[in-house]
């Protein structure tokens, strides 16, 4: 299964938001500190709704903190609005990580630089990123759609 990492995320609804699409599709959510809100926060409660059983949730210390956790042969694939490569030419495989940055500046130069950056296209005029949680669930379900065979005569889940 895919691994949804959010690095300092800033605002509770995306981030039950994304919970719920990670208990739904079984992926781990992780969470790197600085959050932008209390763990405890009426808001991301709300936006989890009734799903929280059901997500797996690791809340790691920092990045540095979170790096260290990862398996050696850990795959990271950095979705950025300021990569080039889609996110569809990916080729995504069960246990790869999708890192999502903050909502206000997305991620640091250091990390897009560190693992393949990729984006998700937005042909519009004058917009700058998706919403966090369509952003993340529309990587999730690629990579599932991918890992899976979603879309393909005869494949099933």
Known sequence: MVKVVLYQPEIPQNTG?????CAVTGAELHLIRPLGFRR???KLKRAGLDYWP?????LHDSWEAFLRSLPQDARLWAFSS????PHTAAHYRPGDYLLFGPESRGLPPEVLEAFPAVCI????????SLNLAVAVGV????????I???GQAGASR
């Open 17 to 21: 938001n994304i919970a719920r699409t």
């Open 121 to 128: 296209p937005m042909p519009g005029k004058g917009t700058r």
């Open 148 to 150: 899976y065979g979603w």
């Open 54 to 58: 059901e997500a797996d949730i690791a």
């Open 82 to 85: 300021k990569a080039s490569c």
């Open 40 to 42: 405890g926060s009426p």
């Open 139 to 146: 990587g999730v379900y690629e990579a599932l759609r991918q």
